[in-house]
């Protein structure tokens, strides 16, 4: 068995199924949306990082809107 470093896990990354995401409430409704995944320019070289689909209220990380909601209800304040 090999030693879990840094090294080992950037060369076994694993690569995500599909290409949406899930939202649950705590209510029991769930939505599915569109996943934004990344490839293009990632360390390790051709691994993928997916985005948190929902955008904070609580936060000024995106102040212009160029983060959309995905759907009615995602990132109101908490």
């Known amino acids: 068995a090999e030693a ?3 090294t080992c896990f950037q060369r076994h990354h694993l690569e995500f199924v ?6 649950h409430w705590t209510d029991g409704k769930e939505v599915t949306i569109p996943a934004v ?3 293009v ?5 051709g ?6 689909p929902i955008p904070s209220s609580q936060c000024a990380v995106n102040p212009r809107g160029d983060f959309p909601v995905p759907c009615p209800g995602c990132g109101q304040a908490y």
């Open 4 to 6: 879990q470093t840094e």
């Open 18 to 23: 599909g290409d949406t995401s899930a939202v």
């Open 37 to 39: 995944t990344l490839s």
């Open 47 to 52: 691994s993928q990082w997916r985005r948190n």
């Open 41 to 45: 320019d990632t360390l390790p070289a």
